[in-house]
């Protein structure tokens, strides 16, 4: 079964220090992967996603992330944080494994990211 | 990027009232859309798969009776929480996925659902 593992629940960061939030995969064969960011009592906004070409992926405000297919990980960077940067941040993979599939995501537990002054 | 709509944001029912949450796609044609629940700091549950002039596809554990899907075109679907109870309170958030050969899937920004 295709999943996502996201390690950390919380990731506390001084602005304008580099971030890193982490996700790791288990895919067969090869991965769709995402990440997508929601603020308080809103809906999920996409920030970037990897699905073929060069492993290191730029995306919205200022993020980005590495597609490791060694280490089975895709961890979401950013060179400087903002504290505006501050919300839940979800990792996901498309899953392929049924029949007739229709694009379903299955996503990794969130991690909030904190970003203080 | 395109744009999903959610309709209420936000609603507060009576217990054994039954809700209808609207989900649209704004300017693109959605074949598929699905149905996320989430808890409070919690991840988003996938409930359901509605699939325009067909029937929704459920998760395990997700009561068809309880959550009807209807997909009646290719821009909106509705779910409906019937004789809801204060368990059924959350954030429900749909999402679309855009007809190929695009497939990419915009979310919409969630309905919270009190129910007293």
């Known amino acids: 079964a295709q999943s996502v593992a996201q390690p950390e629940d919380q990731v506390n960061v001084a602005e304008g220090n580099p971030l890193t939030v982490k996700c790791t995969y288990s895919?067969?064969?090869?991965?769709?992967l995402f990440w997508y960011v929601q603020y308080p009592n809103r809906g999920l906004q996409f920030l970037l996603k990897?699905?073929?070409?060069?492993?290191l992926v730029k995306g919205s405000y200022g993020f980005e992330a590495e597609f490791n297919k060694s280490q089975t990980s895709f961890h979401l960077k950013k060179p400087s944080a903002l504290v505006s940067d501050s919300a839940l941040y979800f990792c996901?993979?498309?899953?392929?494994?049924?029949?007739?599939?229709?694009?379903?995501?299955?996503f990794g537990q969130g991690t909030t990211l904190q970003v203080k002054p | 990027g395109a744009v999903v709509s959610q309709h209420p944001s936000w609603v507060i029912c009576k217990s054994g009232t039954s809700v209808k949450i609207e989900c649209r796609s704004l300017?693109?044609?959605?074949?598929?859309m699905f149905w996320y629940r989430q808890f409070p700091k919690q991840s988003l549950m996938l409930m359901a798969t509605?699939?325009?002039?067909?029937?929704?596809?459920?998760e395990q554990g997700v009561e068809k009776d309880k959550f009807l899907i209807n997909h009646a075109s290719l821009t909106l679907s509705t779910l409906t929480v019937t004789s809801a109870h204060p368990e059924d309170s959350s954030f429900y958030i749909c999402?679309?996925?855009?007809?190929?050969?695009?497939?990419?899937?915009?979310f919409g920004p969630g309905t919270r659902l009190t129910v007293l």
């Open positions: 895919v067969s064969g090869n991965p769709y």
């Open positions: 300017d693109f044609q959605a074949t598929t």
């Open positions: 999402s679309a996925r855009e007809n190929p050969p695009y497939n990419e899937q915009f």
């Open positions: 990897y699905i073929t070409g060069d492993n």
């Open positions: 509605s699939n325009e002039g067909s029937k929704a596809t459920y």
């Open positions: 996901a993979v498309r899953d392929f494994t049924r029949s007739g599939n229709t694009g379903k995501l299955i």
